[in-house]
Structure formats: C-alpha cells, structure tokens
C-alpha cells in the first residue's frame, strides 16, 4: 500500500534496499508513537505562553489601546508591525530552503523541505493574526471585504497574505500524501480519530503509478507557483512602508531589501529547526552534517547579498545625509540608538556573512548558535526599521503628552508578541508531533537516484 | 402654500396636505453620510495662513478642540513653532490638515473611511474607519490622530447621529482629523477656527470665487491677489501633495516671538 511498491527496478546506485526503507520508516514515524515527558513540558510551555497573549490581547482590547500599549500619534505602528514583518520573513522558508534549492537540484533539500513547509504555514498563519491585533476596530475586519479598495497596499497585502496561505497548506498537505498513507498503515497504537485523520486526509492513496504522476506534477507546480507568490508577499509587505512619503521608508530599494533579509532568516530558522529535530527525535541520519554545512554556506551567500541590500539602503543616504535624513540616520549611528544598531549589524548582518565561512563553524552546534544570534538580530532589525524614524516626522512633534516622542512597548505589547512566536513554534512542533517532519518518500526518491551530492558528501 | 420638490419644482400645495417628516435616527444618519460623501457642488475651498500675524494665540485650536469633541493632546490644527535654520527666526505656524489635492492619506485607506469630496475637502468617515493607521504612516503633515482610548465626551454624545461633516461623536479605536469644519461651511459660516482667530491670521474661502474672507475682520479680497502680493507658498511642495492651505510668509511682525508652545498639552 505504501511507497515500496513504487520503487524502478533500475537504480543508479545500490544503495537502497527495503530494509533499508523499513528503517526509515520507523525512524520517521517514531516521533508520532510517542512523546517524552520533556515533549509535553514543551507543548505545555508553548500553550501557556500562547494562552497568556490571549489573555494580554484581551486585556489590551477591554482597557484600551491608550493605557496598554505604548504607541501614540506619532509612532502609530509599534512592535506588532515589526513583529508582523519578522514572522513574514521566516513564511518565505518554503520558497528559499526548498522550493528554490528542489527546482535547481540541490538534492540536499529533500530531508529539509517539509520542516521548511510547515515553518512557512505556522508563521505566516500567526502573521495574519499580528495584523489584526494591531487593529483599532477589529470588529471591524470584515469591511475590509466589503468595502475593501485595491488602491490600498493594505489590501494587497491581505489578498497576498491568504493567497500564500493557501499556497503553503496545498504545498505541505500535498506532499504529504503518501506520508499519511504510510501512517495510516503502519501506526496502529494511536487514538481513533487520528487514524481516522490519516486515512481522511491520504484522500484514498494506493500508491498507483499514475497516482505518483499526478502527485509530483502537483508538487512540481506547486513549488513553482509559491516562489513568486513569496517574494511577492515579501515585497507587498516592504511597500507597506516604501509607499508613504516618509523619507526612511521612501525607498526603491525596500522590496527588494526585505527579500534578502527573509532569505538570511529563513536560512537561520531552518537550521535552528533541523537543529532541534535532529537533536530530539534522533534524526541524525537524515539530517546530516552535510546539511548544516550546506546551510552554513547559503547563511554566508546570503548573508553577503542582505549586507550588500544595507549598504544601499543605509550608506547611500548617509553619504548625503540631507535634511530628510538626517535626523534618523544620525540617530541610528550616532545617536540614542546607535549601540542598538551597531549590535544588530554585528550579529544580524557581519556575523551571518562571515563567521560560517570557517569549515569548523559550519558544524550543527556551532552553526546553530550563530543561527540564533541572527534570527534574535533579525527581529530587532524590523524593529529598527519600523520604529525608531516615527519619532522624526517632517514637521515637530510639539503640544503633545511627553512620552509620545518616544516609543516603549509594553508588557501586554511584548507578552502578545511572545504568544504569536510561541504559536509559531506550538504549530511546527504539533504537526511534528502528528505527521512525519521529514517527507519519507522524498528522501527515499532521493536516495534511489542516488544523486551524486548526497551519496558522495564527505 | 408653495414648496419646493427635490426635483428642484415649485409647486403650490394646500397646507392642510403638507405634514412634516420626522426622520429616524438611521435615516437621518443615512441622510448625513450621503450629504456628507457629497460635498457642496461648485464649490473648491481654500484656507491662507497669513504667518505675519501669528502671535500664538491658540484660540483656533481651542475653538476647534471644543467643537470636534477632542482631548486637549488631540490636534486638527496646531501651531507650531517653526525655526528652519539656527540664524532665521522663529515663529509660530498654525497646521490644519492641507486638504491636499493628492492626498496620500485617501490613497492609502482599505476601505474608503477617509476621502476627497468634490469641493476640495478631505473627510474620516469614523463610521467605517478599521483603525489601521496607515493614513497616519502616509500624512507627512502629521495632521491625523488617533482615538487611543475612550473620546472625551462619549458618553454624553452617545445618542449624537453620526455627522461625518463635524466627526462628531468621536469613536474610539478610529481615526480625526481637521474637516475645514465641513458642517460650518454647508451653514454658509467660517471654520471654528477661522472665526475665534483674534488676530486676522486666517483668510478662508472659495477658489473659485476667488475670494477669501478673513475670519477676524470680515474683510473679503480676491484670493489670487492675495497670494500674488504676499509671496504665498505651500508646505513641502517638493511631495506633490498639491496642499489646498496656502501660507503667507512671517514678514514684518511688529510683536515679539514669544517662547512658549512648549508649556501647552504636555501633560499625560
């Protein structure tokens, strides 16, 4: 009923046996039998970090936005926004730690495309959430499909955010098709329901040949569609900004700045995750090695492109420094914030772009540290460009309360915020725990082609 | 009697037959947000700031406060103190919003709360505003606030019809903004702060009439002419926001620039 049928009787390499794919399998399918007690302390965490945001939202909404938040007329947008464009960045994680790397034949993807999938659907389903949140009238939501104006890039954005969406659910529920039948017929000590799941969900998969056509020929235009639907929710989420007159937002450059800084933290985030599967469900020989070095050297590439992208954005207009300018750039490089600054350049961009270079830095341990490091730099970074250059518009901010000049997020601000990231990782570590987090057959697919990278990788 | 139809016919009626229509609370709102989205026909406003007579007076902006049921840190206009270089002088500047004939503001709205009428003027519909806030992200004369907690009077005008002409009553969690006191002007009256203007700063009018009226001595002059004589300019042109408030340069102002727009509204 499962995979095995499928296999040509022609391989390249004799690498792959069925026993070999039996291994596999219940390597992979480990994790859904059973979760340790330090699982459930996880889930637990994560559901009560998740729970105490609901509870801050709800506070937020019932007191008042005035005395809950720190945000005012001038900075309008506060953490929720830059919150909202960090989980954006790591939704790309389907497109460039797998849709890219599986259309050019980086074989290396195979293991890692589904953890990047289910990345993408977490963040970019708490993304939508962030949106809403920092909504005056919530209950005013549904205007926007009745009176909406496609003239409005908060309009794209909504259409682009659930067009992902729905990208990301068929990209990762498709491939797991055969996966699900795997489950279905070889996990049998699971509640009723969740065998039920399976068998709903394999949408009656026999493995038959003209099955498997049909599912990689989906997969395949799947995987091409969701590059530009990406970089096009990437760029909608830049012009959110570029499209106003403010002059540290007015820029031609923002578009394409924000897609180099996704792909560093998608890098980042994946391997943060491969980290941790690998580590917890003993997942080593699948996720190898050769995968952190792999990453290490895309963290580096692209690391240098995001560096390449700040340079522009920051230099050029320092370089001129004019009236516009000036009172935010010096602010950042010299001013009030400028050790803030400073550090998130060292750990989000100079870190990144050089630190992996070294071979024995490219080792999980290591490497996921560095990881670390930049997606924490990461989140600043949006905060960064969000933030600070509110406090500099045009004309003087003048007769307002004192406090209005200068933005601190809340408690309840932070504790929300908390919860969309706590989210993101209670839905990535749920369908871990529901589904195989590494696509059997892909794996086994790759193995039986025997691609040269994988079978020669020292 | 005679009556005039809305078809614009007059019409002889016994006066037994006329009864006078009293209108439910939603059909005068209904009747208010059309008139409202509407504008007044023919009619292009513009407002002049004449900077020479800015003494800071602040009673444009208490006027308008007081109208628009707004908390004393809530600005539809505000002057400001203006200095552009260490060794020009200083001077007050009052801003209402610019009315601009490009409005990033109106560009920007998902769902039409804000928008440009035919006579020229920018208006929030707070009815429909979702509480984004990107019209605040798009102004870059930071003429726009935000209902951050409960309106000042909420719960006295609670029973108030909506009229998006005076954006009054003020709803929370939903964007103000200066409406050239639209309702003033369907009256035939100046702006709440053209009028309590006690120095004969603002001229206030109609394009294309071409004439302006100066709020403090009545006094009625070409509006070209005007403009034409005092080297009038826009703020930040440069945007091509195309700004419908037209400012007269602060040339000899025969006061002292007295410091003190900082004491004003600083209070949390």
């Given at each position: ?22 291994i596999?399998k ?18 637990a965490?994560?559901?009560?970090v998740?729970?105490a ?18 945000l005012?007329?001038?900075?309008m947008?506060g953490v929720?926004i ?18 890219i ?15 990047a ?5 977490s ?9 809403m949140i920092?909504?005056?009238?919530p ?21 682009v ?8 659910v ?5 491939a797991l ?9 070889h ?6 329901w ?13 493995g ?6 049909i ?5 395949f235009?799947?995987?091409v ?10 760029t909608v989420?830049a012009?959110?900004f570029?499209?106003?007159?403010r002059p540290?937002?007015?820029s031609?450059?923002?578009?394409a ?6 792909a ?10 491969v ?19 792999k990453m290490g050297q895309?963290?580096?590439?692209m ?11 920051y230099?050029?207009p ?10 935010h ?18 750990f ?6 050089v ?23 990461g989140?600043?970074k ?18 307002v ?27 990535v570590t ?7 987090i ?20 020292k | 009697?005679?009556?005039?139809t ?10 037994s037959?006329a ?14 947000q ?7 026909a023919?009619?292009?406003f ?5 900077l ?19 908390r ?5 206009i ?8 260490e060794?020009t ?25 804000t928008?440009k ?12 505003c ?7 992200a ?5 003429a726009r ?9 909420s719960?006295?005008?609670?029973n ?9 009553p ?15 002007l369907?009256?035939?009256k100046l ?19 071409d004439?302006?009226?100066?709020g403090?001595?009545?006094?009625t ?8 004589d ?23 102002r025969?006061?002292p620039?007295?410091d003190?727009?900082e ?6």
């Open positions: 009923m499962s995979e095995e049928k499928n296999i040509p009787e022609s391989t390249k390499y004799e690498t792959f046996t069925q026993k070999e794919y039996m596999m219940d390597d992979l399918l480990r994790p859904i039998e059973k979760t340790g007690i330090g699982g459930k302390i996880w889930i965490f994560l559901t009560a998740f729970f945001g609901v509870v801050a939202y709800y506070l937020q909404e019932s007191r008042g936005k005035s005395v809950t938040t720190g005012s007329d001038y900075t947008w929720y830059s919150n909202f464009l960090f989980l954006v960045a790591l939704s790309l994680s389907s497109v460039f730690m797998s849709a790397l599986k259309l050019t034949h980086f074989e290396w993807y195979r293991p890692l495309s589904r953890i999938d289910v990345i993408s659907l963040s970019i389903s708490m993304a939508g959430i962030c949106i920092s909504m005056g009238r209950d005013r939501l549904h205007y926007l499909f009745l009176h909406g104006r496609i003239q409005s890039p908060i309009v794209w954005d909504i259409i955010v659930i067009t992902y969406f729905v990208a990301c068929l990209m990762l529920f498709v098709i055969p996966s699900l039948s795997t489950c279905k017929n996990l049998h000590n699971l509640p009723k969740q065998l039920k799941m399976y068998d709903i969900l394999s949408f009656g998969w026999k038959t040949a003209e099955q498997w056509k599912l990689k020929r989906t997969v235009i799947l995987t569609l969701v590059i530009p639907l990406g970089i096009a929710l990437r989420s012009w959110l570029s499209t106003t007159l540290e937002w007015d031609t450059n923002f578009g700045y924000f897609v180099s800084g996704s560093l933290l998608t890098v980042a985030v994946m391997i943060i995750a980290y941790a599967f690998r580590k917890i469900y003993s997942l080593q020989s699948y996720l190898t090695n050769m995968h952190f070095d895309a963290m580096v590439l690391g240098l492109i995001y560096a390449y992208f700040n340079i522009n954005e230099l050029v320092a370089y001129k420094m004019s009236g516009l300018h000036a009172n750039l010096l602010n950042l490089f010299v001013g009030e914030n400028a050790l803030f600054y400073w550090l998130v350049v060292l989000g961009i100079v870190v990144p772009s630190l992996p270079m070294f071979k024995k830095l490219r080792k999980p341990f290591p490497l996921t540290l560095i990881a670390v490091a930049v997606l924490i730099a989140w600043f949006f905060y960064l460009i969000v933030i600070p250059g509110l406090s500099h518009p045009l004309l003087p901010v003048q007769d309360p004192a406090s209005w000049s200068h933005y601190t997020p809340s408690l309840i601000e932070m504790s929300i915020v908390s919860a969309t990231i706590a989210g993101t990782m209670l839905l749920l369908f871990s725990k529901y589904f195989p590494i696509s059997v057959w892909e794996v086994a697919e790759g193995k039986l082609e025997g691609k040269e990278e994988i079978i020669n990788y | 009697m005679r009556v005039l809305a078809e614009n016919e007059l019409v002889e009626i016994e006066r037959a009864k006078s229509i009293i209108k439910t609370p939603a059909e005068n709102f209904t009747y208010l059309k008139q409202g989205r509407d504008g007044l023919g009619r292009r513009v407002m002049v700031v004449d020479s007579k800015c003494r800071n007076a602040r009673k444009c902006m208490n006027a308008c406060q007081e109208a628009h049921h707004l004393p840190e809530q600005h539809h505000n002057v400001l103190k203006m200095q552009e270089t060794n002088p200083a001077y007050y500047m009052p801003k209402p919003c610019q009315h601009c004939d490009n409005p990033p503001c109106t560009a920007v709205c998902p769902v039409d709360a928008f009428r035919q006579d020229g003027i920018v208006l929030i519909d707070n009815e429909r979702i509480g984004c806030r990107f019209c605040i798009a102004c870059p004369y930071s606030v935000f209902n951050w907690a409960e309106p000042l009077h719960h006295e005008d609670e108030l019809t909506y009229n998006v002409e005076l954006n009054v003020q709803r929370k969690g939903t964007i103000s903004k200066c409406l050239f006191s639209a309702d003033r369907r009256e035939g702006p709440y702060c053209v009028s309590a203007c006690p120095n004969g700063v603002y001229w206030f009018g109609d394009e294309n009439e004439a302006v009226t100066n403090t001595t009545k006094e002059v070409r509006f070209k002419k005007l403009l034409e005092n080297g009038a300019y826009t703020l930040m042109p440069e945007l091509g926001t195309k700004p419908r408030v037209y400012y007269l340069p602060p040339v000899k025969d006061f620039f007295e003190a727009t004491a004003h509204n600083t209070k949390e």
